[in-house]
């Protein structure tokens, strides 16, 4: 009995999966989004505050939908969004939709080998040549840990 | 008058873990196969099927994007409607198709992926499930389950009476083995 119980539950759950636009956590501020471009501008001054960015989303985490990547207004830019694992879980199916969050500003240090690192792994991915020796300064990678999103269409 | 009181509640109890047994199987079942999954994330997506296509392909990146979406697209004999467009950097190019698909250029190495990602039928639920994404109504049903399990493991020590008791000698080392495990990883 328990078991077509189950079985029922999921199909139910499956539904609202596919049910568009998206709504997690809290409701996003629609009507204070900054442009990602302007925050990347200066981010060490929004560190700790609460922004609301919107931007089609590049990328998703694959295996536990635990971030998502929207494209910045400018060009080869863009901005993480992300929570901890099972907070919110993105959809891969939502590469290409347009998204609005609100949340945090935080920075994460890099040291200067994880700098190397990071900027090597970008040199590879875009096929060019890269000398760890050219970089001389820890750099930080800023993300949103949001508090709502909305995925719209 | 005493031996009436053990059986009573040695049958109790017997009852009492068949039917809480009889009860778990559903959620057993579908914690075991998300947990196997869920550990074996980095080999194999539990969520969803991804399909990759490479293809070398010819494009100047100098062209206006129009045109280098319709080369990409038809390079791939791609019909369907590109829904978003991103160059992630001088060298990649992103389309984005409904349902998720993925087309992704890279000038440099003149060579262009295609990826299809398919959700697969009951996994990412027993997954979701797994990992409390329902949140506060399933709290209140796993708290249940796990529950149970506690029953289930405690009342298998008074299961079996005789030579093969829980606690007896033949079978007691495979508690005293099942408690070492975990144990053992805490220290080590």
Redesign the interface.
Known sequence: MKLPLLFITLFITSANLVAKPLHFGETVKEEQVTPISKLLETPENHVGKKVTVSGTIVGVCQKRGCWVDLASDKRFQKLRLKVRDGDMVFPLHTKGRKAIATGTMNAIPLSLPQTKHYLASLAKRDGEKFDPESVTEPMSIYQVVPVGVKILD | MIKFKRNFWFKLNRSLHRDVGY?S???TI?FAISGLALNH??DF?P??Q?TRIEKPVQIDVELKDELIIKNLLKNFDLKRAV??S???????F?L?????H?LTF?S??QKALFEM?E?RP?L???N??H????KHGWIVFSDIYAICLLYLAISALFMVRGKHRALGRRRGWLIALGALVPTLYIFI
Do not use: C, M
């Open positions: 009860f199987i559903g959620l579908v994330i980095r997506n969520n969803y991804v829904k978003a991103y160059w992630e950097s001088k060298h990649v992103k984005f198709f409904d349902e998720g993925t890279h440099g190495q990602i959700a009951i990412p639920h027993f979701r499930l990992l409390n994404e329902a």
